[in-house]
C-alpha cells in the first residue's frame, strides 16, 4: 500500500523557521521525483519546490527561492522541506508528491494528505 505521510507543520510567527517531512511506504522510493505543493486559503494548489531521484536536481518556485531548502534521504525513504523566513503568505495546507513515468502514457504519481502550515503573529 503506498503511503506518503507529511508531518512537521504546526503555527509560527513570521521569521520563524519549519522542517517538514514526508516518509514514505509501499513503493520504489528512490527512483521517484518528489515534490511539495501547497495550498492556500481560497488558492489553487502550487508547486514549491521538487527534487530529482537522485538529488540532483532542485527547483523552486520563485516565492520561496533562498528561504525553502528540499532534501532527501533515500535510504530513510523520506523527503524534507526546511522552510525559514516564514511569511504569512506562506500559510497553506503542504503536500507531498511522488511522481515517476513509468512508460510511454504511464504515470505513477502519488499524494500524502498534507500538513497544515500557520504563519501568524
Known amino acids: 500500500q503506498v503511503q506518503l505521510v507529511e508531518s512537521g507543520g504546526g503555527l509560527v510567527q513570521p521569521g520563524g523557521s519549519l522542517r517538514l517531512s514526508c516518509a514514505a511506504s509501499?513503493?520504489?522510493?528512490?527512483?521517484?521525483?518528489m515534490s511539495w505543493y501547497r495550498q492556500g486559503p481560497g488558492k489553487e494548489r502550487e508547486l514549491v519546490a521538487g527534487?530529482?531521484?537522485?538529488?540532483?536536481?532542485?527547483n523552486y518556485a520563485d516565492s520561496v527561492k533562498g528561504r525553502f531548502t528540499i532534501s532527501r534521504d533515500n535510504a530513510k525513504k523520506t523527503v524534507y522541506l526546511q522552510v525559514n523566513s516564514l511569511k504569512p503568505e506562506d500559510t497553506a495546507v503542504y503536500y507531498c508528491?511522488?511522481?515517476?513515468?513509468?512508460?510511454?502514457?504511464?504515470?505513477?504519481?502519488?499524494w500524502g494528505q498534507g500538513t497544515q502550515v500557520t504563519v501568524a503573529s
Open positions: 527534487i530529482t531521484s537522485g538529488s540532483e536536481t532542485t
Open positions: 508528491n511522488a511522481n515517476r513515468k513509468i512508460g510511454p502514457g504511464w504515470v505513477n504519481d502519488y
Open positions: 509501499g513503493f520504489a522510493f528512490s527512483a521517484y521525483a
